[in-house]
């Protein structure tokens, strides 16, 4: 039966060589497939050479004319093929397959290729069995195996059965196990099969002595300390993997491999495993200079000076200054616009000393990191602090680790009187003055991470789980109180050779405690820790931070003086009992809305990735997102749709991205802000009457340090319809997610 297959095949085949051995080259216009039933055209085009015209990026297909990578027909290959397909159907199973082509010209130098295949019966696994020596009381080495009864005679899901079984039994003590397999097909029965695995148990083992080499700088006994074994105790080949991943966590190895050591003599009984730990140091100090450019952050540089083995036990000590925002304000008109302006565009610092303990005890280790920095949020905050974070971190399971953390810092805010007034409804000048001095932020969390990726810059495979909680109140030494709970999942498929799809969703609640005011108790969030969302990392077809509740800022002589030929929008009595209407002054009066944030999170993105080549990668996205304010609190929230596309330049720094976002937020109605006012009293100072910005007659009324929520909203926001103003681009480092 096979023989006749193959034969049929092989005349098949000669045929079609002769035939096309004398065609000119032509591109392939298609490649599809007939008859297939069991395994999807995208699987059997990967098996085979001959490859159909297509676009160079998934989603352009009308440009297609010009940006088509073309295909020609390989009529040597095209022979081939047809057996890569017959033996891609032999090895799942399918040994009745016959495959023929059928080739269409539509022009002289254009082709269009179909393969015609009959899959036929496939073969089945009409019995299993797996014979070893019973060393095993409680677990069952037989149990859960890739191939199972009534499944496919499949050479691959063979391989991989034998794979587990000798894992299982190396696993569990028994270094030295082999397994033999064997199938027959039933005689009578062609499409049935007995499938026999025979386990050769070998000794029952255990570690023996441990040597190391390679080692200069670091001890042995340190090294030791990260084996999560000991000799004596039962061989277990996942724990000498294990073993590697402790020792690559210490950034003073290098390299390393855990392999049986040399027994010349013979002298070492089969029971036992001696081992040899050999690695390859770094050197104990390294300085590292570097900088690089972002849409958030215009220039930055960063100096670090590393210790790996900062007085011996693989201890480090590392010494980081890094300077952002250096560009902002020179090119605050152009292409730095989202890093802030004024007081939001100045440069910030961090200065820290980060020291690692990595050897508490096995898979734990210690952190602490002092700080000193200055970070703006544009258009909500300012912030400076001091502080010291402290972290312990466990690896639990080989894929899952446990951090717990304590970061009290004495904080101070800038430029937040906007934001309290607005998002909490703090607008006494006293009540703003209070939360912006230095107080202590002081919370603990815990955060668990769970995940296994291909690769850890540019991942085509795997996923990731992450949920963190975090604490702060009086307790915990911290002025600010609240709880916070944050969680992120990630998932990476590759579909096809150099096309990965990747899916993100994250979501999260912060629910606020009492903060001593002048006026009173009041329930604050600290700004850092509101949640925010829009830009580079997040929903991309908005600004840092724009998407979710905004409100208007507007200088109080724009609403009090005539416009070019428009009138006053305000009089100044209406400012001051805020009914004052700006609904008559143009978007361009305003300035940049800014973010007030919410309490709940919830936004996701699904993204191509299609490889152009070695080092590019094109992209098309659609993110989501949606920021609720607080019930009661008035502010316009709106689930956001975000589409776009996107180029990666895949650096050995990770990848450096460039993204254009759309988004299709029209108008809203947003709350207005400005400065109250009151009349010009007796003993002030004239040069403090408010004067149209430019220059012009003053008006008899001075400016307080009190801010004024105007009452009637403002309808803010382009038209409906498509606008070249509702693309936003983005510049970063690193993938999106």
Wanted: with cysteine.
């Amino acid at each position: 039966m096979r023989i006749s297959s193959t034969l049929t095949c092989f005349i098949l085949l000669v045929a079609h060589a002769s035939l096309l051995a004398q065609a000119p080259a032509v591109q392939v216009r298609s490649i599809d497939f007939v008859g297939n039933e069991a395994f999807p055209p995208d699987s059997l085009e990967r098996a085979i050479v001959n490859r159909e015209t297509r676009c160079r990026a998934f989603g352009f297909g009308e440009f297609c004319p010009f940006g088509a990578l073309r295909e020609d027909l390989n009529e040597r290959e095209l022979s081939r093929d047809m057996l890569r397909l017959t033996n891609f159907y032999n090895i799942r199973g399918y040994r009745e397959v016959r495959i023929d082509t059928l080739i269409t010209r539509p022009s002289e130098d254009v082709v269009e290729l179909s393969f015609q295949i009959d899959e036929g019966s496939p073969v089945r696994i009409a019995n299993l069995t797996v014979e070893w020596a019973d060393v095993f009381e409680e677990f069952d080495p037989a149990a859960d195996l890739p191939v199972q009864v009534d499944g496919l005679l499949n050479a691959i899901d063979l391989a991989a059965t034998r794979d587990t079984l000798i894992q299982r039994f190396r696993n569990r003590g028994y270094p030295r196990a082999d397994v033999s397999r064997s199938w027959n097909v039933r005689v009578g029965s062609p499409f049935q099969a007995d499938v026999t695995f025979e386990v050769e148990v070998g000794p029952h083992s255990f570690f023996g002595p441990i040597t190391f080499s390679g080692n200069e700088q670091l001890s042995d006994d340190v090294i030791r300390q990260l084996l999560p074994f000991e000799e004596g105790q039962e061989y277990s080949e996942v724990r000498t993997l294990e073993a590697q991943r402790n020792l690559f966590s210490i950034e003073m190895i290098q390299r390393v491999s855990i392999v049986e050591a040399v027994d010349p003599a013979g002298i070492v009984p089969d029971t036992v495993v001696p081992l040899q730990v050999q690695i390859t140091e770094a050197e104990v100090h390294s300085v590292q200079l570097g900088g690089g450019w972002s849409t958030l952050e215009c220039g930055n540089v960063e100096g670090r000076w590393t210790s790996r083995n900062f007085y011996g036990g693989a201890r480090q000590l590392q010494l980081r200054g890094r300077l952002s925002n250096l560009a902002a304000d020179p090119l605050k008109e152009s292409i730095c616009r989202q890093a802030g302006i004024n007081q939001f565009g100045g440069l910030n610092w961090l200065l820290s000393a980060e020291f690692a303990q990595p050897l508490i005890r096995r898979s734990v280790s210690f952190g602490v990191n002092l700080f000193w920095e200055r970070q703006s949020v544009q258009d909500v905050f300012v912030r400076e602090a001091v502080g010291v974070d402290l972290s312990l971190f466990q690896r639990v399971a080989a894929n899952t680790s446990i951090t717990f953390a304590y970061r009290p810092e004495l904080t101070k805010l800038e430029a937040a009187a906007v934001f309290f007034c607005t998002s909490i409804q703090v607008c006494i000048p006293e009540d703003i003055a209070a939360l912006q001095e230095p107080a202590w932020l002081a919370p603990v969390s815990v955060n668990l991470v769970q995940g296994r990726t291909d690769n850890l810059l540019n991942p085509t495979r795997g996923y990731q789980l992450v949920a963190s909680f975090e604490h702060a109140s009086s307790l915990t030494g911290s002025e600010f109180q609240y709880n916070r709970v944050l969680g992120e999942a990630t998932a990476y498929i590759s579909t096809r050779p150099g096309h990965v799809l990747a899916a993100r969703v994250r979501s999260g609640w912060i629910g606020a405690g009492a903060f001593s005011l002048p006026a009173g108790d009041a329930a604050v969030v600290h700004p850092q820790k509101r949640f925010f969302s829009g830009g580079a990392n997040s929903v991309r077809g908005f600004a840092q931070n724009q998407l979710g509740p905004r409100v208007l800022t507007v200088d109080p002589s724009s609403l009090l003086f005539p416009i070019g030929t428009k009138p006053a929008a305000c009089t100044p009595d209406e400012v001051i009992d805020l009914t004052c209407n700006a609904n008559a002054l143009d978007d361009g009066a305003f300035a940049t809305p800014r973010p007030t944030g919410g309490g709940v999170l919830l936004e996701g993105s699904l993204e191509y990735r299609i490889a152009l080549g070695r080092n590019l990668e094109s992209a098309i996205f659609v993110d989501f997102g949606r920021i609720f304010p607080e019930t009661g609190s008035g502010k316009v929230s709106q689930f956001e749709i975000s589409p776009g596309v996107g180029m990666r330049y895949l650096s050995p720094v990770g990848p450096i991205r460039v993204d254009l976002g759309y988004r299709f937020r029209g108008i809203e109605p947003l709350q207005v802000v400005t400065t109250q006012i009151r009349p010009f009293e007796p003993g002030d100072d004239p040069a403090d009457k408010i004067r149209l910005i430019g220059g012009g007659e003053p008006i008899d009324y001075v400016i307080t340090e009190d801010l004024a929520v105007l009452d009637p909203r403002v309808v803010y926001g382009p038209q409906s319809g498509f606008s070249i103003n509702r693309f936003q681009i983005h510049l970063s480092i690193g993938q999106a997610f």
